[in-house]
């Protein structure tokens, strides 16, 4: 075996994740390495705590980068917050839904589901309904599911949530960066993301984080968190301000990459950057609708950073994907679940939610159908 | 807050890991991605898999990276392996030992510790005697113990552990790429690294490797793996040879990563990596002792890659720590528990074990004390 380096193809990534990744933030993983103790790592943390602070609009003190994807971060909520036999409210309208009940039951939830229709919204009136005789440990809804290009009305449903004594936990993989996230003002007491969505850095790191709410939940528990790589209490030690405890080592180079995307979120300006992403949604929709496509996911609620496309009927939808992918170097999404075979995904998120991309991948989509 | 891009300071990393990375390894993850699914990064899934085989010195079919640090693949193993109630006989010899016990009993595992000096081996002798009336469901044991620089003698626990019907778990984080690992030749069932060591890629993901002995194990399962992210069931729709089934976004850039650090340890040749390692141990180990500094483990057993180094009576070892990376960039490592303030670690391992950084270390602390 005599194997050569990997030279990627050159590709313009419109589909579910990862997204394109600026250049800076490229550069950034290229720069050579630091010890995870070294005094300017350390500083350089805090620098990555303070921004996805601003960036998730909090105050929590607990906000940091988990060293594994967005689906770490989601087991990191559950295994945090979740004791065997804790029930559990979770609003199931897509793939990442049922990933939530799959994770609290594996930490021992006991899970009550909420289900909607794929491709509409969680209704808070059925939120409501789950919750009229129950005070669940923990209430979970996804915010922007991926599967479905669906917004959750999560305002509301953080709001039944408080009144039922619960704590609110949203999965924030593909809204944060790209629209509203307010988790102080939703009064959100935990909350997952992911870096290679709306952020624009590679994947590989889940920034999360807890109200003190959710801290004293974990402080009170009876049993051991069942994952020690998980345990917040552990990484508090070395993501805290106190002694930098060694826990695990810190994956260095795609901190680089969280901190340089970060820093160019803030640049953009969080209000300016969600503009961006609704106006190219806006352009993009305009766009499918003069080829006779139009948005699968419920009007009114569409994310703007992930559009779900009907596949028109007689259309091989596979063969129309790989071409855009050998034709014009354009990677968009296939539909999972019961949208398989159904929708498109055609994602515009972060750097890759620009008008020019909008345009290319209405052309290339011209030619095709 | 008007934040710059982070530039790190230039270091000579040898401390216990990360190690210094070759440019081409930091060149590969500055090229742009492409998505987790696309036939590209699915043929270079492939060579990681195949390259990972011959650095494991292995024909597991299961044998891929792991979307986590070192201590992720650990949890893996064990969440994996053990279901509650299971028998688990673990070998403590220092920090990762300890690490092991905590893990399994986080998965309901029950411990047996057969535990050792720090700076001493685990003897076979003692793993015997725990194995006289038992047989556990597993035998694990640390390789190369990054926290005392000790080589523990896995070939003949391994023999022990088959003998007790038991199976073989091992920790090469610290060991792959820098000294023999034969995880066939040895009847290892179950193994996890990570990349920041002597294969010199930086830190993110866990290479592992399991037999098909531990794949029935896990196939006899009564109950769920408690983990979803680490669920090898699951990761084996994605990594394994079939439909490439998403399950989690697989840090691309990472991977890119271990692609180039794996060709660059072939390409390089194995035997010739070892050699290079003990070599360089040589040489340091007779530089320190012209200044009088001796190796804290135990003679004969001694890791070329992590020198676990004895602080002379008098001297701040902190305060040359300091000096050391402050006046010649040159990060070295601390003590942890029994060993706190006691030894220093001075990591040689993949790109940083040079000649020229051994005169360096060596001509560095000469200065100093």
């Known amino acids: 075996m005599n194997l050569e380096t990997f030279t990627p193809p050159e590709r313009i990534l419109l589909g579910p994740g990862p997204s394109d990744v600026p250049p800076s933030v490229l550069a950034a993983m290229s720069r050579p390495l630091v010890g995870h103790l070294d005094p300017s790592f350390v500083d350089m943390m805090e620098e990555i705590k303070s921004m996805l602070r601003k960036v998730f609009l909090t105050e929590n003190e607990m906000t940091f980068p988990v060293s594994g994807t967005g689906s770490a971060g989601m087991e990191f909520c559950f295994a945090n917050l979740i ?55 923990l209430v979970a809804v996804v915010h922007a599911e991926t599967s479905t290009g669906v917004l959750n009305p999560i305002q509301e449903i953080s709001k039944l949530a408080h009144r039922a004594g619960s704590l609110m936990l949203i999965d924030t993989v593909t809204s ?42 974990v402080k009170s528990r009876k049993s051991r968190v069942q994952s020690w790589y998980l345990d917040v209490s552990l990484l508090a030690n070395y993501w805290g301000e106190g002694a930098r405890a060694y826990h695990h080592t810190a994956p260095i180079t795609m901190n680089y990459a969280l901190h340089e995307s970060l820093r160019l979120v803030l640049e953009e300006g969080l209000a300016e950057r969600w503009d961006r992403h609704e106006a190219n949604h806006i352009k993009l929709k305009k766009g499918l609708s003069e080829l006779k496509l139009f948005i699968a996911s419920q009007e009114g609620h569409q994310l703007w950073q992930l559009n779900a496309v009907t596949v028109p009927a007689g259309t091989d939808e596979a063969e129309v994907r790989k071409s855009l992918l050998s034709d014009s170097g354009i990677e968009i999404g296939a539909g999972l679940g019961p949208f398989a075979g159904k929708v498109w995904r055609i994602g515009l998120m972060g750097y890759s939610s620009s008008e020019e991309n909008v345009d290319k991948v209405i052309s290339a989509l011209k030619g095709l159908l």
């Open 83 to 137: 004791e065997p036999g804790d029930e559990v409210v979770i609003g199931v309208n897509g793939v990442f839904g049922l990933r939530m009940v799959e994770v609290a039951e594996r930490c021992g939830a006991s899970v009550v589901q909420v289900k909607s229709e794929w491709g509409s919204i969680l209704d808070p009136a059925q939120i409501s309904d789950a919750l009229m005789n129950r005070s669940p440990k």
């Open 176 to 217: 944060l960066g790209g629209c509203p996230v307010r988790i102080d003002d939703w009064g959100i007491d935990a909350a997952y993301s992911g870096t290679q969505k709306c952020l624009s850095c590679p994947p590989g790191l889940s920034p999360v984080t807890l109200s003190d709410r959710a801290i004293d939940v």
